[in-house]
């Protein structure tokens, strides 16, 4: 876990180092900005690559499962009623993304509790709160002028009060991978054979999925729906590691989300700039992570018929 | 020694219980195979010793209740089913199965030189070391069903229930198991289900033949062999006995 932070003071100090003359304030929100690209990376892949062990699915992250805007939604409402406060839309974040990630496990659970069943019951509940949270925004506009950008996902929200808040879902996932990361490579290898070496299945899946929910659903309070991430970052993990060892997954996978935010932070506010102002880096993302969804969906579909 | 005492599970409230007051006792150092038809109870029986299961009853193992020992009930007793082992989805490779084996008797975060041993020396036994590297969605489903096997050897258990361990073998394969079994058998306790009534006869020493989920028969070889009758109607086929080499031996007769 000691490469990703590394990586992280390293981009950071590029950050300061290249930002010559500027005045404090610049600097200061460059900083900010920089870190909170890093850290919500390093939280959305480590969550992506806890979910998809949990559940046994590469096929998901939290925007696909419906934790994304089922806390985007519960964010919306809290600014709705309190305004926009850290601690509030905090805690306001977690209800939701956890309210729509056990919609989401049931209906899957359901249907037959296939990797590809929780695409399916992900995609209905993400439409049931991203359809919420669209109704809901001409009414939280006017209480917190950057909801548009939080439904897109950007860093140029960023605050410093933001970046250090953003280390509470840091310090959640890193409980997690010393806590789970052995246990998750037992897991993959079926329930009945985990209960075998004494490790009961439920209670991993269920300890996995409610730390990386709750860590992934805070980084939406803040910054929005930062999709693809969380199932891209994983992938190239494992493909570049050829192991699903989730001891040295998780930190790559981390490292590897980190680089790809802070990636799409820096185009978002290099690529015409001059012309329109910002794209979103969650657009970015999106325009990057969907056919790379598509491709290992076909892949997985087309395959095999397990 | 494995004994139970009164075993009943029942996986749903409203279905018929899957195992019924079922009480043998199954001697250390021989192969014990449980026989009988689908839906019998063989691989409820076994999972209920494993731990994997909730049951009613008693199980004792070498004295003590299986419920008691906790974490040590894992080490001791190793259960491996080809049916219950996914492959892995995410690239799985054979070294890392076997490695996740070592669960119960890890110690520590990180692998061990020791642990890497461990597996490296189950794969030798059972002819798998040439395939450490590969992936598990690779293998032929007989090259699994020795991995499978392998991680029931990686941590070294007392007991080990092995569910049809003879399906999807060659026949060289499955000659190779019943004398790699039987020589296994002197310092552990083996526990085999088969559907294979023959290959059962060439390699166990006790037999224990569950209908219904109830137990019908125990005993060693001769007084199965003797017992054709009891088999006949369990399994509803008839069966021949055959001498080969002095050694009475059942065939079921094909129509």
Redesign the interface.
Known sequence: MSAPLILIAGLLWLTIATSGDQPNFIILYRVSRALSSLLTGFVLAASGCML??AL???LVDHYILGIGSGALFSTYIAILLVGYSLPHVTIASVVGGLIALSLTTLLAEKMSGS?IAYVLAGLGVTALFTGLASFTQFFVISRYQYAVFLMLGSFSIATLDKAIYALIPVGLVLAGY?LL??EL??L??????S?????DPRRVRATTSILAGVASSITVAYFGLVGFIGLVSPHIA??LL????N?VVIPASSTIGSILAYSADLLSRSIAVYTMSEVPAGSILFLVGAPFFLVILLARLAGSSK | MIVTRDLTVTYRPGLPPALIDVSVEIESNTVTCIIGPNASGKTTLMKAIAGIIEYRGRILIDGKDARELGRELHKMVAYASLVDTARGTMASRVIHFLLSSLYPVKRGFWDRSEDVELVVKAARRVGVEHLLDRRLDELSAGELQRVVLAGALVREPKVILLDEPDAHLDIAGKVWLSSYLKSLSKGHTIVVSTHDVLYALNTCTYYVLLNRGRVVFVGAREDLVSSKKLLEEVYGVSFEVVDIGGEKLLIAKYA
């Open positions: 998809q062990s046994r699915s590469p990797d010393a990361a052995k490579n037992v993959l290898y079926g329930d009945d054979y209960r075998q070496l004494g490790l494992r493909l050829k192991t699903p060892d001891r």
